[in-house]
């Protein structure tokens, strides 16, 4: 039981060591390509050491797990494990320094190129103005465009509530009048029921009064045709 409930911590610790190594590697990465400035680079630098001091904790905690290992296979192949994690932490670490010295250099070149293109960055600027005055022209006229079409999209949306609203209340009515017809087709449905069993009698009536006329007949005939009968 005891193994089973370390087994958890344990398997965390594994993913969270890699999960850090993977987000330090492309924090390095960041830096590398950060044109500036500096306070960018101050940023992505404090991130980066906020993730090698939870990456280490993390090694310390998955070392001193090894430590508590009962058995001396596991407890080596750990230890050997948290060597390799700290061998790892070391390269992260230089390709950091590299990144980092890299980076500044080109912060500093580009520094001074933009020095030396003072006048051309100032006519830069004033053709920025323009255009962001242009730009913003430009997003205004689209705002009070979107203003109108989201006006007549309302008008349509009340438009299509009311014609909701009317069929509804049509089908209503028109549901009431299947009720009312509905009851008109059942009282007919027992009319023809009981017209059809009063068509049944009167069959019968008919039949038993023409064989009561057939056989007053045959006893006429009788009588007068053979008396002695």
């Known amino acids: 039981m005891a193994a089973a409930a370390a087994a958890v911590p344990l398997r965390v610790c594994h993913q969270e ?34 993730k090698f001091r939870q990456l280490r904790g993390r090694i310390q905690e998955l070392e001193q797990m090894a430590k508590e290992q009962d058995k001396e296979s596991e407890k080596q192949a750990l230890l050997r494990e948290v060597e390799s994690h700290k061998k790892q932490m070391l390269s992260n670490q230089a390709a950091w320094r590299k990144a980092n010295l890299a ?58 509530v009311q014609t909701l609203a009317n069929s509804s209340r049509t089908i209503l009515e028109a549901n009431e009048e299947f009720k009312s017809m509905s009851g008109t087709i059942q009282l007919g449905r027992k009319l023809i029921t009981k017209y059809n069993r009063r068509e049944l009698t009167d069959k019968l009536l008919i039949f038993l009064a023409l064989a009561l006329f057939l056989a007053t007949v045959l006893y006429i005939l009788k009588k007068r045709l053979f008396p002695f009968l």
């Open 17 to 50: 060591i890699v999960k850090f190594d993977l987000e330090i590697k492309a924090a390095v990465q960041d830096i590398r390509d950060c044109p500036g400035p500096l306070s960018a680079l101050t940023e992505l630098n404090a991130a980066v050491k906020e």
């Open 103 to 160: 980076c500044k250099i080109a912060i500093d070149n580009s520094e001074k190129d933009q020095l030396l293109q003072g006048r051309d960055i100032l006519r830069q600027r004033k053709t920025t103005k323009e255009s962001l005055a242009e730009s913003a022209s430009n997003i205004t006229e689209s705002l009070m465009g979107i203003s109108r079409m989201m006006s007549q999209q309302v008008q349509q949306s009340e438009e299509t």
